[in-house]
């Protein structure tokens, strides 16, 4: 059917799957140019009839442009193809595909020209993706090398139980001592070996977490030889997966064994009690500190800083705890307590320091005197009554608003001894503190001064 074909039948056909064509004699020489492409118009300006196609090529690729032509010449009706990169004067390099032909009977070549940026393109973005997968792989191995290595090196046991099989997908060596397994626990039913009453305790707790989001118990015993343990459960789903996180521990435990109060007057008290060590962190708390800085448990504030809570900035825990250390008992040391949510409390702190297990222990015990009732200090008071109350909110209040209660207690003071030295008459009062009567009334009502009815 093709050699039917007379010639504009032919070259019709040929400007349909081409973008260019070019004729090229036995020299390479370039002796008609035609562009099909309209993304490819700029071409017929750069004059490439009657200049050499060799020099439109990188000149690492002229040797193989050069023995494609060769091979071509003299060959009537065989093809070559070949990929070149052109020097495109004012855009990028432009790259194209061309199937060579040899013309019969003449010596010269009919190089057929296919664009090439769009598949360069598609190249460039799969090598790109290529390497941020590649980026990525890497990073997330470093990330797992190092979240297995902290997984192992836990104090406290961690597992990973899967909710519809119920086994374990991951688990530390501290998880599988807890359990009382010498072997792995990976893969294995949870929870394992436990029957009777701790095994319905387990059970409940896995239901309320379920339910809840999260659940916790205390003092458990998985065997009768097995250290109590305390167990904090959180259910997460994942896509489609549900999934326990379980965390093992015998913190609290070993955190008041080593204080230096019995566990019931520890516990019980009613003024918030932690004991800390040298460097101020917490290593034992009681229910009344937990309760104060609204936090969940006992376990949250173990090991963590004293700091977070008490002082008014981080230098009242090196005070108390430098004074403690010389004189080994501190009284009523004024200070103030933050919960989580950041509600302030006015406290007193007094500590002593003892030695137990060969550990120094310092002892504090927290007392809440915002709404302590003094003489001074009458629970219906709304403002400072004097200066050094003032001075003694530096810490606990901005300088903003110590600013303005300083101004209003002035102004009180000033006005109660006006109607001190007029006898309580308020319009004299007033026209001695230069204010108007209204003005003077409303002050009065503002202060709580007297009472602001009708001369």
């Excluded at 052109?86 to 296919?114: C, D, F, M, N």
């Excluded at 099989?165 to 929870?191: H, Q, V, Y």
């Excluded at 034992?284 to 004293?306: C, H, K, P």
């Amino acid at each position: 059917m093709l050699s039917q074909l007379d010639a504009p039948e032919i070259s019709a056909a040929l400007a349909s799957l081409a973008d260019l064509q070019l004729s090229l004699d036995n020299e390479g020489v370039c002796l008609e140019l035609r562009v099909t492409n309209p993304e490819l118009t700029d071409l017929r300006r750069l004059s490439w009839q009657g200049k050499n196609w060799l020099d439109t090529v990188t000149p690492e690729q002229q040797a193989r442009v050069q023995d494609a032509l060769q091979r071509t010449l003299g060959h009537s009706g065989e093809t070559r193809t070949i990929e070149v990169t052109h020097l495109w004067e004012g855009h990028t390099a432009l790259p194209i595909r061309y199937q060579l032909v040899g013309v019969s009977g003449k010596e010269q070549v009919i190089a057929i020209g296919q664009d090439l940026r769009g598949v360069t393109e598609l190249r460039q973005q799969l090598l790109n993706a290529q390497q941020a997968m590649e980026q990525d792989y890497w990073s997330m191995r470093q990330m797992e090398n190092r979240y297995r290595r902290l997984f192992d090196i836990a104090t406290d046991g961690f597992l990973v139980v899967d909710d519809d099989s119920g086994r374990i997908l991951e688990g530390n060596r501290r998880a599988a001592t807890l359990l009382n397994s010498n072997k792995s626990i990976i893969g294995r039913p949870f929870p394992l070996g436990l029957e009777g009453e701790i095994l319905d305790i387990i059970n409940d707790l896995l239901s309320e977490a379920r339910t809840s989001g999260k659940s916790r118990a205390s003092n458990l015993k998985l065997t009768p030889e097995s250290p109590a343990i305390n167990a904090v459960v959180h259910f997460v789903r994942q896509g489609g997966d549900s999934r326990f996180l379980i965390c093992l521990s015998t913190t609290a435990k070993t955190a008041d064994a080593d204080s230096s109060l019995p566990n019931s007057s520890f516990q019980e008290a009613p003024d918030a009690i932690i004991d800390v060590d040298d460097a101020g962190r917490i290593r034992a708390s009681n229910a009344t500190f937990t309760q104060w800085i609204q936090a969940d448990s006992d376990e949250y504030v173990l090991g963590r800083m004293a700091d977070n809570w008490l002082g008014r900035s981080g230098v009242d825990m090196s005070v108390l705890l430098s004074n403690l250390k010389q004189e080994r008992i501190i009284r009523r040391f004024a200070s103030v307590l933050r919960s989580d949510h950041g509600v302030a409390t006015d406290i007193e702190i007094s500590a002593t320091r003892s030695e137990h297990n060969n550990q120094h222990h310092n002892v504090l015990f927290i007392r809440d005197i915002a709404r302590r009732v003094t003489s001074e200090n009458p629970i219906t008071e709304q403002l400072p009554r004097s200066i050094e109350q003032i001075t003694g909110r530096v810490g606990r209040v901005p300088l903003k608003e110590l600013v303005r209660e300083s101004t209003d207690v002035i102004e009180a003071l000033c006005i109660e001894a006006a109607l001190k030295l007029t006898g309580n008459n308020r319009a004299s009062a007033a026209e001695m503190l230069g204010l108007s009567r209204q003005s003077l009334y409303t002050k009065l009502n503002r202060y709580g001064i007297g009472e602001t009815g009708a001369e």
